[in-house]
């Protein structure tokens, strides 16, 4: 979108983002209203990828962008969307049940999702950011420059996790393998 041209990793991370955001009130929203989340939920991911970019922060999965960011608009979509049918079906039906904000049912659930957002980073800021903290003390959580460039396969596994061909025709062939032909460790060019 943003590039002017596809890229099935956007696509595939922007449908992920989509399905982050709606797990949170899947049970209680109208199928119209999970298409909306879905779709604002790309937009979410794209934004979170911008300040992932500006704050140098480094997430080549973009776990913490899809899962953290389209994640907590999920939440927060169900304090605005949940359906009073959806909640009293799916939570049983009780007096002062709350549902969404701009499904008439009032900003209580809201503040609740909300409420939920600052307590999930809250813990995983406390327990992961401890983890982390003593991996670099430990030099445990970075791999050195020259392993990045080489590539994690190689560096620390030994063999390659892709194999393929480039004939400078800018296309990627995979090995055609027989079952039962062993598999090749080194990438080996095809015969012409």
């Not at 499904?103 to 982390?132: E, H, P």
Request: proline share 5%.
């Amino acid at each position: 979108l943003l590039s002017g041209h596809w890229n099935v990793t956007d696509v595939c991370n922007g449908l992920l983002g989509g399905f982050a955001a709606i797990t949170a009130g899947c049970s209680v929203v109208e199928p119209w209203a999970a298409i909306v989340c879905g779709f604002v939920a790309s937009l979410v991911l794209i934004g979170c990828n911008k300040l992932a970019e500006l704050l140098k922060y480094d997430d080549p999965l973009e776990a913490a962008q899809l899962h953290g960011g389209c994640g907590a608009w999920g939440l927060i979509f169900v304090g605005l969307f949940a359906n009073k049918k959806y909640v009293n079906e799916v939570y049983g039906a009780s007096p002062g049940r709350h549902y969404g904000l701009l499904m008439g049912g009032g900003g209580k659930l809201l503040g609740a999702q909300l409420v939920q957002i600052l307590v999930i980073v809250g813990w995983v800021s406390a327990t992961m950011g401890t983890l982390f903290f003593i991996l670099k003390k430990l030099n445990l959580l970075r791999i050195s420059e020259e392993d990045e460039m080489k590539g994690m396969d190689i560096a620390r596994h030994g063999g390659f996790a892709y194999i393929y061909y480039d004939d400078h025709d800018d296309s990627i062939q995979f090995p055609r393998l027989s079952p039962g032909s062993p598999i090749p460790r080194t990438p080996t060019p095809p015969a012409v």
